[in-house]
């Protein structure tokens, strides 16, 4: 990091001997910046008050007095951001009390002792900045970082520095793992590695959690480093743990934008990294910006959606082959904007699980299918099950998870065998195995768990090891391609897949059929039941129920 700085410090008095005596009691340890009445101080401020860490104000002074500096520093709300030592000759409880009473932190008197003048500088100072030292690391908190970087960004080039964002993956787990205090250490190592590290950050601060953010000069960014940088071992040599960090990279260009702004144009633009090992680090555009409006106009339109029944079930048969009827469904949302019109799943599901409304809408797909099953039974109608997707999210939510134990120790039994839930794999991977006994728990209250996309993770046979499920639904990324060789052997793999769950006593379901040579491929190897749009594309529940049921 870059030499500290000298704190600065505005003395204000009309009279020039008070000025050089004050400069130099303390010019050894500040930068002093002089104004010679209050008229000029607040002028000085205006300009650049992000810049003082104290005010020396003396009271009794021509044109605007300290009293009247006082009265438009509580009006421009300054006095939470600069703290201000009062010069006065006068020393009754009125005149130092009416000095306190309109925001000041401390006061001295004249003739000036110079051991009470840094102690009470200092010690002011030190108070004051309590507030922006980070509890864990020692260093800068997000208001502090806030306040360096518009001082940098007064005295420099804007275009001159970078702000990035940096974030320690999994850091969670890490801290289930290490311990709070051992989870502390390793954001106190981390701050200090960049610290010490070739970016050479002008100012950097924990923001919150394991989030920092740093500003530093654009001469100093080389990726290749960055990318090395990311990328780390954590511990003793016994002991060690590999960690990965992720950056987003935002160029500062626009003086005018808020520092709180750039922070967070740096945080999107780690949201856009798609290999996080291969490059851990991502530039922001401004097409992440409009992005990231549309999915806050999401999450801000989501609930009156709701209440406006914009959200629509709608059912993929799930067929069987052999007699060519349905033999279970897929519930799958649709959101029909009262304005906007069709709004895609592949939009707003990413948008709401970020903004932590996506149990909110599972909650809501379960509640419409179950309403569809009781309507179908009550009518004396036939039905078959009809399986809901569960957002990964969903088992970090114990209202969500309980809501959905109580609703099935409520029914009958042969509610129960109605209603399945879906889980992906990734999902399954992400939630640990804390969660994944929730997951047990619908088990053991009759319902059915269907592992879906199985085959596109990283681990699928280790899954299969660690987790009971009823039901696997091969991935259609297997029948993705036109590659003859890749066919077979994408068919290879599938045989593979079924005569595993023969012996493990799963039932399986093939996704993404689309045609009858694919079909007949699959049932010679003993696959009977499909879903995919050879039979049917996802279709509202009325046509749903004449087609099918």
Known sequence: MKQMRKKKILIVDDSEMNRDILTGMLEDEYEIVEAEDGEKAIEIMKEGRFGFSIVLLDITMPKLDGFGVLRVMQEQNWLKELPVIIISAETSNEYIGRAYEMGASDYFSRPFDARIVISRVRNTIALFERDYIDQVTGGYNRKAFIRQVARVLKERETEEYILLFFNIKNFKAINELLGVGGGDKLLQWFYQRILRSKLDPVDMARIESDHFACLIEKKTLDFDYLTEFCDFSYGEEKRQMHIYSTCGVYYIQDETMSITSMIDRAKLAKEYITDEYLKPYTVFKNNM??????????????????????????????????TGKIASAEALVRWFHETKGFISPGQFIPALEKGGYISELDRYMVRKVIECLEQRRKESRPAVPVSVNLSWMDF??????????????????????????????TSLAAIGENHTRMLMRLRENGAKILLDDFGSGYSSFNTLKDMDVDVLKIDMGFLRTTRPERIERSMSIINTIISL????????ITEGVE??????????????????????KPIPVDQFEDAYM
């Not at 009156?304 to 799930?318: C, L, M, N, S, T």
């Not at 509610?415 to 399945?420: Q, T, V």
């Open 289 to 322: 910006q409009d992005t990231y409006v549309d999915e806050m106009e999401i999450c801000s339109e989501f609930e009156d959606g709701i209440a406006k029944q914009e959200f629509q079930v709608f059912y993929q048969p799930v067929v069987d082959a052999k």
């Open 396 to 425: 970090y939510d114990e209202n969500m998870l309980e809501w959905i134990v109580s609703g099935l120790q409520c029914g009958g039994k042969e509610e129960k065998k109605m209603i399945r839930f879906e889980i992906t794999e």
């Open 501 to 508: 769950t023969k012996t493990l006593g799963l039932s399986v």
């Open 515 to 536: 045609t009858k040579e694919q079909i007949d491929k699959l049932t010679q190897m003993g696959c009977g039941i499909y879903q995919g749009y050879y039979f049917s």
